[in-house]
């Protein structure tokens, strides 16, 4: 038995390697309707997968393929052109093939998929024959063509094999293991004088170099499979949006691992449809604007310095700067001011913030709940960037680098306290030895935080020992390095006591435990065989960033006075951690003190029963990544403190700590740190308070709170002032 | 669990746990310090290619801290499917206790430590805790750097 599962699962594996080449093939054939060859190939791969079914007694799938065979049949003989109604119903054929092999993928079945509407449609299109019929001119030239092509394209298939990914990866393992061996060997045999051991030792060190790379270029595969959906993809949206586009590809032969390719496939993906849906323009408009009506959207793969370069290309209407800017000013996610100081290629990165996405640019084609920022997450967490050129009227080009294998990564080594950590060199933008006098960099303190002043920008500076606590026992003076990176959209400085080498190192996997802290990405093994741990640079900055208490004075472009009436009253919660949290108060609700008993969970999400009513739970702690501490007794008895935000029938309950004030809160001496939840922050009465960014947290709770019709936003009129005057007072 | 225990000690005391689950006893690895890691936690060690996690179980256990001047040895173990390495003092010999009962922990354990043990095996002239692996590993989420969190969950 197990000899059959075997074989219905390489059955599928194929099939489904044959349905992407099909999809492609169906769509190049609308372009090149007389060739031969490519009806062939669809031919014969949906005739490997009709006889493969009747050998396995799949009768639905045999019968649907059939059909499809007797349609292509017809095609590749030549008494019948293709057309768009054609193409639609073998498409529609290949979605259901795949359907059932998915079904037949989990459960081992057909299941009940119906075939007979296809098979219908089929037939439909079949016994429209005589509308078809083409003259027999035409058969002799394609023949003609066909010869003269020469013959068709020789397979892979006869040269290569089969191999399960886990083999792979265990390959690459042990390579990495291998290495690591002969790096040590290396050292013992650096001081020996025995010429015959210096040889061998120099010949492992060949042998294994050349393994790594062979291992690694097995785990390669062309891009070109990743994109081998995208004219389907590309066809069947533009169809949606009513828009003409042409695809183009180039370099699909160039090789990404294999775990990288399938880490980008998403972002990819999702920079096509955007760039059919809001990139290219209606065939009117680009015909008034002088364009020819069909737009023509490239994807294109290369090596750039050691890295994939992947561009999606559009000739659409391209990025409105200006636009893009009143959306980030207006969703507060920068200040004018902050603005003016930026250049126009920053202005466009702003695209990539979480929380940029406009509700109107969202259309159910492209707004599928994958914004652009998560494409710049999911590029960033493989070691990745994204950026973006537009020009108005004239198109715009996404560029994805992308690195060509996870496994192993080019790494700085540094030196805290005592142990030896690694940066990614992807993160790392210049380091700088602040004693030194380098190019303008100076470490200055503004209150206590230490800033980084690099030429007329300032960065926010950490110390890596800080950021570990592994304490100041260290020599008296300044920080010997300082590490300018990046990460997100942000810069800052790290500190460290030394900078030793750039390696390339191989990245072990930790454990969830470790690197739960976001400090850790992973660990790898040095040349000593020691391990050493990959540092988080995007965790480091996210965790230690918010809340760093920097004045709004220290941002030399943000003197500049706020909106008018730039005060407005805030109330001062508590969270965890002795952090304070600035809610706008008009935003505010109610405030509530509920017991804890009425915490449930619906989905594995935390609701209350508030007013007949259930409502999310929001815990503001964990949402500004603050660690869940245990609740003592006595808060436990107190109960649960929650500030409602209400508008129109949704309501939103998010939990604090304490409430401690309200204030004056002026705008102008918000500082610009930003983060997920967190707009900047300020000083209130002394202490460094956190500016909750509503919007998001209410997000958070309730997904739908600002959809439907347009309410009023909360009037301070509906606050229950007196109570919120009592739980302030408690 | 089978009969056969691999025993060691902490601090006076001898300690068991299931043979099968015994990789091997390693001393005078390199430990690398994994800064802000959970209390317990005693860094990572490179077992022939492989990052492991290395527990301290004094520590979980609430036990003092090793004497400095002494080395600890370690006991690889799998737990939940995940590799990692225990120090310990010493490293003692397998002991099977077929046919012996296992009685429960005696009230008189102090708490973090009678969490973590199954029972005790009464041996010629000493005590055998069988040790709960899981628990003393902190493996199944059951890890906390809050020892009283972590009774108030096994009440």
Redesign the interface.
């Known amino acids: 038995m197990g000899s059959m599962d075997e074989i219905v699962h390489e059955f599928v594996v194929e099939s489904y390697e044959n349905l992407d080449q099909l999809d492609q093939d169906l769509v190049a054939l609308e372009g090149k309707p007389g060739s031969r060859e490519l009806l062939s190939r669809i031919f014969r791969t949906i005739h490997t997968i009709k006889g493969t079914c009747g050998f396995l007694a799949f009768g639905r799938l045999e019968s649907l393929a059939h059909a499809g065979e007797s349609l292509l049949s017809e095609l590749r003989d030549g008494r019948r052109v293709i057309n768009q109604p054609t193409t639609d119903v073998l498409l529609r054929m290949v979605d259901t093939v795949r359907e059932i092999l998915a079904s037949i993928e989990t459960c081992g079945a057909e299941g009940d998929i119906g075939v007979e509407a296809v098979i219908e449609q089929i037939r439909a299109v079949l016994d429209d024959a005589a509308t078809q019929s083409v003259p027999e001119v035409d058969i002799a030239l394609t023949a003609l063509g066909t010869m003269a092509d020469g013959s068709e394209p020789t397979t892979a298939s006869d040269s290569a094999i089969r191999v399960d990914v886990d083999v792979l990866d265990d390959l690459m393992?042990?390579v990495?293991?291998l290495v690591?061996v002969r790096n040590q060997i290396t050292r013992l045999v650096g001081g020996q004088f025995d010429g015959d051991l210096v040889r061998a030792s120099a010949r492992l060190s060949l042998v294994a170099a050349e393994l790594q790379e062979g291992v690694m270029r097995a785990r390669m595969q062309p891009i070109g499979h990743l994109w081998a959906r995208m004219p389907r993809v590309v066809r069947d949206l533009a169809a949606v949006c009513g828009h003409r586009v042409r695809l183009e590809v180039v370099g699909g032969e160039t090789e990404l691992d294999r775990a990288l390719l399938e880490a980008v496939k998403d972002p990819l993906v999702h920079l096509v449809r955007n760039a059919v849906d809001h990139g290219i323009e209606d065939a009117e408009t680009r015909v008034a604007a002088g364009k020819p009506a069909e737009g023509v959207l490239t994807i294109r793969a290369y090596h750039a310095g050691g890295r994939v370069v992947i561009e999606v290309e559009d000739d659409g209407k391209g990025i409105d700067a200006d636009r893009v800017v009143a959306v980030a000013v207006a969703r507060g996610l920068r200040t004018p001011s902050q603005i003016a100081a930026m250049s126009a290629a920053d202005v466009l990165q702003l695209l990539f913030l979480p929380g940029f996405s406009t509700a109107e640019a969202l259309t159910n084609v492209s707004g599928r709940g994958v914004g652009l920022d998560v494409v710049h997450t999911k590029t960033e967490a493989i070691g990745g960037t994204v950026e973006v050129e537009s020009r108005i009227g004239h198109g715009t080009l996404w560029r994805l680098r992308i690195p060509l294998t996870l496994a192993i990564i080019s790494a700085i080594i540094v030196e805290s306290?005592g142990?030896l950590y690694c940066i990614p060199a992807v993160h790392v933008l210049k380091f700088i030895a602040p004693d030194g006098q380098s190019a303008g960099a100076t470490v200055e303190h503004v209150g206590v935080a230490p800033v980084l002043r690099l030429r007329d920008t300032l960065l926010p500076l950490l110390g890596l020992r800080d950021v570990?606590?592994?304490g100041h026992v260290r020599s008296p003076g300044v920080p010997s390095v300082i590490a300018v990176l990046q990460a997100d959209t942000r810069c800052f400085g790290l500190i460290v006591d030394r900078v030793l080498d750039t390696e390339e190192i191989v990245v072990?996997?930790?454990?969830a435990?470790?690197t739960g802290?976001g400090?850790?990405a992973g660990?790898?093994?040095l040349g000593d065989?020691?391990?050493?741990?990959i540092l988080d640079v995007p965790g480091i900055a996210h965790r230690s960033l918010i809340g760093q208490p920097m004045e709004a004075d220290l941002e030399p472009t943000a003197v500049s006075p706020g909106p008018v009436g730039a005060a407005n009253q805030v109330l001062v919660v508590g969270i965890a951690g002795g952090r304070r949290v600035a809610i706008p108060l008009p935003a505010v609700t109610r405030l509530e003190r509920l017991s804890r008993d009425v915490v449930e969970h619906v989905g594995g999400r935390e609701v209350v029963q508030y007013r007949g009513g259930i409502v999310p739970l929001v815990r503001l702690g964990g949402l500004l990544g603050q660690r869940v501490a245990?609740v003592g007794e006595d808060l436990e008895q107190q109960g649960l403190l929650v500030v409602m935000f209400t508008r129109g029938s949704h309501t939103v309950a998010v939990e604090v700590q304490e409430a401690l004030d309200i204030a004056d809160d002026d705008v102008a001496r918000h500082s610009q740190i930003n983060d997920r939840g967190v707009l900047g922050s300020t000083v209130l009465g002394g202490r460094v308070t956190e500016l909750l960014d509503v919007r998001h947290t209410v997000l958070t709770g309730d997904r739908q709170f600002f959809d439907g019709a347009d309410v009023a936003p909360p009037d301070t009129t509906d606050v229950d002032r007196a109570v919120l005057g009592a739980v302030v007072g408690l | 669990m089978s009969s056969q225990l691999a025993t060691f000690t902490l601090a006076g005391a001898l300690y068991g746990i299931d043979m099968l689950r015994v990789q091997e006893a390693l001393r005078g690895q390199?430990r690398?310090?994994?800064?802000?890691?959970?209390p317990g936690?005693a860094?990572?060690?490179?077992l022939?290619?492989?990052?492991i996690?290395t527990i301290d179980l004094r520590s979980r256990l609430g036990l003092e801290p090793l004497a400095a001047d002494l080395e600890p040895m370690m006991v690889v173990v799998q737990v939940d499917g995940?590799v990692m390495s225990l120090l310990v003092d010493d490293v003692g010999e397998v002991v099977n206790v077929k046919g012996r009962r296992l009685e429960p922990p005696p009230d008189t354990l102090p708490t973090p430590l009678r969490e973590m043990i199954l029972g005790v095996y009464q041996l010629e002239g000493s005590l055998l805790l069988a040790l709960d692996i899981e628990r003393a590993t902190?493996a199944r989420g059951c890890?906390s750097s809050?020892t009283?969190?972590f009774t108030r969950s096994f009440p």
Do not use: H, M, W
């Open positions: 393992r042990q990495g293991e690591l306290a142990e570990l606590e592994s072990k996997p930790l454990t435990r470790l802290a400090v850790y660990a790898t093994l065989g020691r391990v050493s741990l245990c | 390199a690398t310090t994994v800064p802000l890691a959970e936690i860094g990572l060690i490179n022939r290619g492989q990052v996690l995940e902190g890890f809050d009283q969190n």
